[in-house]
């Protein structure tokens, strides 16, 4: 294999010129896996629990000062096999991660938007923070990912005002189901309304049943309409029509009725996460353009890291606000999409 020796681990040729190509210098790699921070957010609640905690994993959790239940931790230390970790007290989570949402700035009775949401731990901590009010819609369009987001709400009990979408975050246009949008007035054949969640039985009834929906649509409906795979008992969902969920409601409505705040964590290289990049010291540099680069060509990521954008934008209620992330170092992924955006969409930045 071609290329430089970094820590005695020859990063792929391909891997070098994209870093080349985007400014950034091999030498991000060369920390070893001992330096590179690490971190936990304790659950709200738990605070009295950090000394048994501390105990359990024999170290000192060390606050983050400008995180808010954030604490770090020693690399070495692995809290996956623990029962603090178990019991969902506390939960692995980077502090960039954490400072995407912390941008968000959520206050109580936000709707809030997620539209990359899996496997979830950004969405885990808006729920934290929305302190049972408000709603949260989470989407991805891989569905086994957003099938471990519900393992994960429902494992720190988060899931309660929450519903998740398998769908195209480019295209989602669901609204939230705020208290005052009338549910009643469209509420048809109460075999058609959402009964409450049950795991497994109801979620296969539950596609059943939308699949009878669905029928009825054209076949280009069929294939946009984003499938939902859980939704908690405050969600707004239970008692709602199929109908009301799905309705379609024009740009100026959305102004009106669209989410407060919205999450753009988009598709991305990955590049920024040097903890990811690094594990390709045991999965196998060759793999790395493949798993990293090839699978998406960079030119069609920006697109669609433009087009998620673009639609987060277009699901904001007016006043709202909308945070876009990624874990890419790349100013083509980060800069460069922020800019396109703005230069298409000048009100963006109006306040
Ligand atoms: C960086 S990850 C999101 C991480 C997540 N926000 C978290 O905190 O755990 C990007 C996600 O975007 C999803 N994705 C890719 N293309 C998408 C699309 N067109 N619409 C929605 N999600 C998409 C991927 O499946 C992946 O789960």
Partial sequence: MDGSDVSGSPLPKTFLDFLSQNGLSPSLYAASSQSIPRYVRLKPGFESHIGDIEDEIGCNLVEVPWLPNFYHLPPEIRIASTKAYREGKIYGIDAASGAAVLALNVSHGDHVLDLCAAPG???????????????????????????????????????DRCRLFVADGTKFSLIPLRASSSSNSSRGDASETYKEWEARRRAWKERKLL???????????????????????RSGMVGRSKASVYRVVDEHQISDMGYDKVLVDAECTHDGSIKHIRKFEQWGWTTLPQRVLEARRSDELSALQLNLLTNGFRLLKAGGSLVYSTCSLSAAQNEDVVERFMSRNPSAGKT
Avoid: W
């Fill in 121 to 159: 731990a950004k969405l885990c901590m808006v729920a934290d923070l929305l302190e049972g009010s408000g709603s949260l819609t989470g989407v991805d369009i891989a569905r086994h990912r957003l099938a471990a987001t519900r393992n994960i709400l429902n494992k720190y009990a988060l899931g």
């Fill in 211 to 233: 699949a009878k929906t669905q029928n009825k649509c054209t076949e280009a409906e069929i294939r946009e309409d984003p499938e939902v795979i859980f939704y908690g008992p």
